[in-house]
């Protein structure tokens, strides 16, 4: 029970922490630092801009991705290994915000831009992390 409130508030903190920063993006917030521009970009698109102004499709995507993640939650390895639980908070909290902005704003708000790469957020920084994590233990950890 314990771990469950635990893994709920930190998803809950995550997402908490995101929807602020986007919102000061959403509201004119904007700062150039260290060679990376901090601003607003409005993502139509999913990751890398695939799929542009496909507004529905890409919610059935995201849904559907939140689904499985879901599923995931009822695993029994991910009640007993502590990475597989690290990754999937950091996945399912990066989807639910980003999730949250196609909904209500039909796009995601990026804001880190480093030039070389597609503009994203912290969202994103969560997911790739956790599928990182995710990654590691499954093919290096518990080998």
Known sequence: MLRSVLLGSTISLLILVDRVIKSLFLKGFAFYCCKIDFSLIRNTGIAFGLFKNKTLLIAIFNALFIIIIFLFLFLDRFKKDVFVSIAFVLILSGA???????????????????GWF????LADVMISLGAFIWIIDEFIINR
């Open 118 to 121: 597609p503009v994203f957020n």
């Open 96 to 114: 639910i915000s980003n999730f949250i902005d196609r909904l209500f704003l039909g796009y995601v708000v990026d804001y880190i831009n480093v």
